[in-house]
Every structure is written in C-alpha cells, then in structure tokens.
C-alpha cells in the first residue's frame, strides 16, 4: 500500500470526524450565500491561494467566487518574495480595496499555520465590516507557535466558523530518514473547500433556487457567457 494513500484516507476521515458540525455550519452560510446572489470571497497566501483558487471560474462549480489573486502573494513572482511580503502588516488594506465587497458577503480564507500577517488582517478587515468568516487552517500548527502579528490574534481567533484541516505540524504526513514528507495541506484545503460548496449547493437547489454553475469550457454545446456576463462587473479576475 502507498503510504501517502493511506496517510490521505485517514487524513479526510479525521477532518469529517473532526469537524461535521462546523462543515454543516459552513454549508448552510454558503447555501445562503447562493441564494441570495452574495459573493464568496476566497483569500490564501502562497500555496494556500491554490485553495481558494480551486473554487474559482470551476467546472461544475459557482459562478459566485471571488478569489483575491493578486500577484505578489503569488510564488510564480517569487517564493521567497511572497514569504516575506505575507509578514507584512498593512499591505491587506490595500488588496482588499481592489476588490467590490458588500456587506452580505462571505469570506473563506485559507492559512495552515493561522499565523501570518496578510490572512489574520484580511480576517480583521472582513470582521470590522460584519462579513461572516469562514477559516480553514491547521490548529495544531497554530496553536504550536506565536503570531506574527502585532495585535498576536490567529486566524483562528477571528473567525465565525473554523474548520480544522488536521495538518499535522511542518504539514508532512510520512516520515521517512527523519524528515517529514508528503504534504497535506493543499490536499485537505481543495478536498474541504469542496466539500462544503458542493453541499451549499445541494441545500440551495432543495430550495428552489437555479444554481450558478459553470460547465467545462471543453464540452461541446455548453456556454458560460450569460454567467461571465452577470459577474464581470463584480469580480475582479473576471
């Protein structure tokens, strides 16, 4: 048996084990989210932006995502740069005012260790303006070392909902030689992310309401321009 296989399985089956309330929680505020026509905002850093992003312009997905993709928090313009650029305090402010939020909105924002500058203050930002936040992050690795932020508040302490990824700490589930491989945390982030929209998106249609899904753009006799159409003027990578 492969050992990432098998460290896989049992890393989803804790994370349903874990937290099926707040996966319950985070469905029906999506679920409501879609049926009132509100944005879902995604926001990650560095590998944790390939989560959010894992929602965006998707096949089989919701029309309805906004992911923050601003470049410099982006390792395709350097990993070490957008380490570094992730500590920052302030630069949050002005990301966010790129982007049209509205007060109905919902928040999923991605962060392993919960502890970086850019997430908790994006979360900050969200709070003040009474937009309901939804945390993915890896509770033993945030809880395992300090904040790097001046207020020493965690992703996790701003939340509404927070769904433990069950990362463990260093995010390698294999240990082979003495070093910790096999990473976990883009693995558990797509798996919840879906998850949880999937289910949100169940609930909506029992109500009633037409879902705004988006086909594969590589099926023949489907279109997404009516969809592209509605959002443009909302989203910002449109």
Known sequence: ?????????????????????????ASKLLSECICNDNLIHTFGTG??????????????????????????????EGARRS??????????????????IEKEDIFIIISNSGRNAMPIEI???????????IAITSIEQSKKYPSRHSSNKKLY???????DNCVPSGD????????????????????????????AMILADNKGIKL??????NIDGYSNEELYDRYKKRIKHM
């Open 47 to 76: 590998h944790s932006h390939l989560i959010g992003l894992e929602l965006f312009v998707r096949a089989g997905g919701l029309a309805n995502v906004n992911s923050f993709l601003d470049s410099s928090l982006m390792t395709s």
């Open 157 to 163: 302490d701003l939340a509404d909902i927070v769904i």
């Open 83 to 100: 380490g570094e650029i992730e500590r920052i305090e302030g630069f949050s402010k002005i990301i966010w005012d790129q982007h049209q």
């Open 212 to 217: 705004p899904i988006y086909y594969s753009q």
């Open 123 to 133: 979360a900050m930002l969200a709070k003040e303006r009474g937009l309901k936040i």
């Open 172 to 199: 390698g589930m294999i240990n082979v030689g003495g070093n910790k491989i096999g990473a976990a945390s883009t693995l558990s982030g797509t798996f919840i992310v879906n998850l949880i929209s999937t289910e």
């Open 1 to 25: 048996m492969y050992k990432y296989f098998s460290a896989s399985k049992s890393l989803l089956n804790k994370i349903i084990e874990k937290n099926d309330l707040q996966i319950q929680k």
